[in-house]
């Protein structure tokens, strides 16, 4: 069984899905997602420790050798974004029970539950493949997934934000269809590891050239790189609180994923930094991003708006570690990848403990948080004094790391708008903070979430904190992927 | 490949552009999923086109055939149709509860009811 891990990852949620839409009430399906949920974190977790003691994990789907047949190759990057993918599902699974029950109700659930498990599919399934046309299917079937789930809100917004995303979102994906044509075009092969033998022979060509800028151009409309972004704000808004924390932790986390894996791996660093200036495109429209939307997140009434820009902001960060080309750079993103999807899923979380209570998550519904909803208030605010990135929580480690990049390329300005970027958080964040602790609630009761939304919340919490101080492990797997990903597909 | 010229390109890209204008300039939902149809065919048109082979026989084991055309991007693209349709069914799923429950599937209606959307 433990040569299959690769795609039993994948498989597990494929299977369950079907099986859980069939069910009937609330609570079976629930179970079934769970406990594949648990299962799909056991295998990664697994993987990483054989990724670890191996190296490079190689599966043939069906025993077809490549270029054949599909291969999955799990290296450090991937082992740790399945890590992040299915303990993220651990998580939001048993505390969407209580959640989901309120805001979609008992007769739509089976469908709702199948709905995440095929997300979780099709995010595993992008994360574990080594084939450049295989990422497309299981991109497009995450992609169905979360239209479905974002249309499930219950305000009749979430349709028409559901509607552009699907209309964004498909441009995104046959931009990568597109792009991934015409490199089999020129080279003849469709996995990864073939087409970074034969590209930088190509490297010349006009055909090879366009591919690219449509690949990057695509994975950006995904993972909402400004000024792609604008789908993101209204989808995670009207979304349901359970599905926000998934999709707001994972789905963009991916993208940015295949977006390493096709610059670094599958183009190489030299044809992506050297030939393209691609730093001169990502790292202006990070900074650009990284002001913009943290700016707009301060003038947001809403809560979960408020973070959803926020997530624009962070997504900016990430990029602006790709954009730098270098190992340390990409340590740095792949760090914030992992500890920006931890603190965003408990943000998200505690926010929709507060929905659950209160039902609705405006700034006035934070008035005295933190007497009438204790723990739910000190979990948004260690999440956010994570978002910020203050000392001993996750979010201080990859910035840390991503100032340090700067700093080794010698790159002040870039520096100076990290830690700006922190302050636009400082203030965004502070001013829910100071409406929990100083601003008279309605009404005075105290009416604490359920024990059901706050162990999941204050798992993830502890998460933040724990990684925060203990670094070795999330810091070292990182650099040990940047390694691996720095050395392109070839050497292996 | 080259029997068809360059025409299989310039076709793609005329129905890819076309498709492309038509989910940017209408304002109806409906036609904005058409332009989107138009713009993902026009892709499986460029896989298809470019999987021809001049003098090709049919990828099928034949007596006597040495050159075949590519079986791969039609494969490819299989799969691929079969996601525009559950794109294009999600899509239309999502107009018709738009409908329900705004009354108006013209954006600029909608717009005008919530300026947020």
Redesign the interface.
Known sequence: MLTHLPVLVVLAPLLAAPVASLMRGAFAPWVVATLVSWFSLVCSLLLLAQVGEQGVIVYNMGGWEAPWGIEYRIDFANALLLVLITGMASVVMPYARLSVRQEIGEERSPMFYAAMLLLILGLCGMTATGDA?NI??FL?ISS?AT??LL?MGKD??A?????SY??MG??G??FY??GV?FL??MTGT?NIVDLAERLPALSDSATVRTGFAFIVTGICLKLALFPLHLWLP?AYTFAPSAVTALIGATATKVAVYVLVRMIFTMFGVEFSFVEIPLSYVLVPLAVVGLLSASSVSIMQLNIKRMLAYSSVAQISYIILGIGMGTAMGLTAALLHVFNHGIMKAALFMSLGAVAYRMGGVELKDMNGLAKTMPLTFWAFVIGGLSLIGVPLTVGFVSKWHLILAALELGWWPVVVVILVGSILALIYIGRVVEAGFFKEPADNTRREAPAGLLIPLWILVIANIWLGIDTRLTVDIAEAAAAQLMAGGVVL | MSGLGIWNYVIFIFLMMAGLYMMISSSNLIKKIIGLNVFQTSVFFMYISFGYVEGGAGPVLTEGVTLYTNPLPHVLILTAIVVGVATTAVGLALTIRIKESFGSIEEDDLHKMDPSI
């Open positions: 046309f497309f299917v497009e169905l239209y479905t249309a009749r917004r349709l028409t934000s559901s509607f699907l209309v498909t441009i994906g046959t269809l597109i044509g089999y075009v469709l209204n």
